[in-house]
């Protein structure tokens, strides 16, 4: 999948989820804050990446993943990886 | 009051099917693809809250928490209590529930596919516990008094009330949301089809539920929500309550011997000690909405038993699971609605399909078909698997 692929999926799914309007969803906007994350929600966020790229985010990830940037780059690189796996 | 049913999902809706003698039962073809020995079912309608509750608030929601909040809702609605003035009041919650079966064997079912629990979501543990109507509308009503699920299998939504009356009796709350909640879905009957328990008249649906009918062959299992709300008499009176009915008499008993059969003596007990507490006589109830599931052997219990204790006096007694089937978890809160709006109404609902009696029922004077007439105090029978048996009685405030 190239990057906007993954973009445009990664915004599908966290507007079908989280039920945000995509107008929020601006690449360089803080995740967490724009989709009111909390403790459980983060469950949510690896059950929706699991069904949709196939891949099991771990909890630590998320550490290094402040901006809706920082998440499609995260997704891009973990897809690739199982690509070439 | 509010309710979620197969008969209705309003007040006024419900009371017209009563008065109708109109059935809420249907055949689902996905019973018999699952190897069900008998497809009838209450026919729910499914709710729809996007729009309604926040995504966490529904994830959050079992399919029985989900039919409790639409009957609480409106139970709230009808008593004017506002989300401001429960925020300023300790309300409490007892609710009746048992299962939450479809919520856990989905849970299991991505377990044994994924090999990892984290896929379950995080909804998962709230609909999947028995408290999951009371801690689920505890959160969405920022309640602030009792909170917690009473699991009596059948009697559990009778129990709910008992057990509300008497904290408000005992000066310990005010104001306490109860009712009863029951999936109505194939995961949540398989086993209790397995015993055999339910009806197989498949070919007409709504003839299948036929409570003290002598061709009687089983319960249709069915389900919904009923929510009423309990209030200290002085403080409905204060704030302008619709004080619809009083609660007068809770009576309760375990029959001590088999799990799963009908005891007469268990069920006289209980009969004796609501009206023992409610300061009443046999002669003094006008109405008796039984138990009455439909099974051979319950039915039979208990005709003897309201025989031994009203036999004198035969006050009309009908059992509304003809119209509903067996609300289970539900039933002893539903049931408690449905007879106070025959109340309200001035007319007690029918023992739809009631035909031919037996030994048993012909002792009884069993309302086959809707009769007018003012009822002052109606007496509730609820009966349940381990012999826990639960009886209220209700009267209209003068």
Known sequence: M??????????????????VDAIKIQPQSNMRETLDLDSLDYVDLVVVIESNFGFKVVGEDFVGIQSFQDFYDYCHTKVSQKTAA | MGIWSCIGNSLEDVKNSLYEGKSGIAFDTVRKEWGYRSGLTGK?????????????????????????????????????????????HEVGIL???????????????????????TLIGSGSIFQSMNCTVTMNLSTIFKLKGINFTVSAACASGSHSIGMAYLM????????????????????????????????????????????????????VPSGGSAT??????????????????????????SNGEHISNSNVDGQVRSLEKALNDAGLKAKDIDYINAHATSTPGGDKAEAL?????????????????????????MAGASEILYSTLMMQNDFVAPNI?????????????????????????????????????STLIIKKIS
């Not at chain 1, 190239?2 to 039920?19: A, R």
């Not at chain 2, 009631?354 to 007439?373: G, H, M, Q, R, Y």
Request: aromatic share 10%.
């Open chain 2, 305 to 329: 038993a309201l025989d031994q204790v009203f036999g004198e006096y035969k006050p009309l007694v009908s059992s509304t699971k003809s119209m509903t089937g067996h609300e289970c978890w």
């Open chain 2, 228 to 253: 009423v709300i309990l209030e200290d008499y002085e403080s409905a009176i204060k704030r302008g309550a619709p004080i619809l009915a009083e609660v007068v008499g809770y009576g309760f008993s």
């Open chain 1, 2 to 19: 190239t990057k906007e692929e993954i973009t445009t999926k990664v915004n599908e799914f966290l507007v079908e989820e989280f039920e």
């Open chain 2, 44 to 88: 729910v309608e499914t709710p729809h809250l996007k729009g309604v509750l926040d995504r966490r608030a529904r994830i959050q929601l079992s399919e029985e928490a989900e039919y409790a909040y639409l009957s609480t809702i409106q139970a709230l609605q009808h008593a004017k209590m506002d989300q401001d003035w429960m925020d300023a």
């Open chain 2, 95 to 117: 609710f009746g529930n048992d299962s939450s079966a479809k919520a856990v064997i989905e849970a299991i079912d991505i377990i044994r596919a994924k090999k990892d629990t």
């Open chain 2, 353 to 389: 399909n009631f035909e031919n009696p037996d030994e048993a029922s012909a002792k009884l004077n069993i309302a086959a078909k809707t009769v007018d007439k003012k009822i002052t105090t109606f007496l509730s029978n609820s009966f349940g698997f381990g012999g826990t048996n």
């Open chain 2, 168 to 219: 408000i009796k005992w000066g310990l709350q005010d104001h306490i949301i109860c009712g009863g909640a029951q999936e109505v879905n194939p995961f949540a009957f398989g086993s209790f089809d397995g015993l055999g328990a339910f009806s197989v008249r498949e070919n007409d649906p709504t003839k299948a539920s036929r409570p003290f009918d002598r061709d009687r062959d089983g319960l």
